[in-house]
Nanobody, 115 residues
Framework: QVQLVESGGGLVQPGGSLRLSCVVSGSTFDLNAMGWFRRRNSGNSRELVALITSNGHTNYADSVKGRFAISRDSAKNTGYLQMNSLKPEDTAVYYC????????WGQGTEVTVSS
């Protein structure tokens, strides 16, 4: 059974940084893509933040370009989201996403940007 476990969320002041991690386990299939989505207000749908494909191609939401960076460490089965210059509007629950033969989601980690 595939499991995605996120960590690294928390409270940070505007302008600060956080790094989210996502450890993926349990799949016998090749990973096609890995990414991060977020839900900024309760009840809103999840929006794409960043995605990285198996060949290293990355895609970012316009709102985070130049501030966030997605990466993978295949040897550790771990994905990362480095978030810099955080803004209050980045406050959200961040979800790790992995695409094998099917989509898989983590439980989410909360990020709060506030002074």
């Amino acid at each position: 059974q595939v499991q995605l476990v996120e960590s690294g969320g928390g409270l940070v002041q505007p302008g600060g940084s956080l790094r989210l991690s996502c450890v993926v386990s349990g799949s016998t299939f090749d990973l096609n893509a890995m990414g991060w989505f977020r839900r900024r207000n309760s009840g809103n749908s999840r929006e794409l933040v960043a995605l990285i494909t198996s060949n290293g191609h990355t895609n970012y939401a316009d709102s985070v370009k130049g501030r966030f960076a997605i990466s993978r460490d295949s040897a550790k089965n771990t994905g990362y989201l480095q978030m810099n210059s955080l803004k209050p509007e980045d406050t959200a629950v961040y979800y790790c996403y992995a695409l094998f033969q099917k989509e898989h989601w983590g439980q989410g980690t909360e990020v709060t940007v506030s002074s």
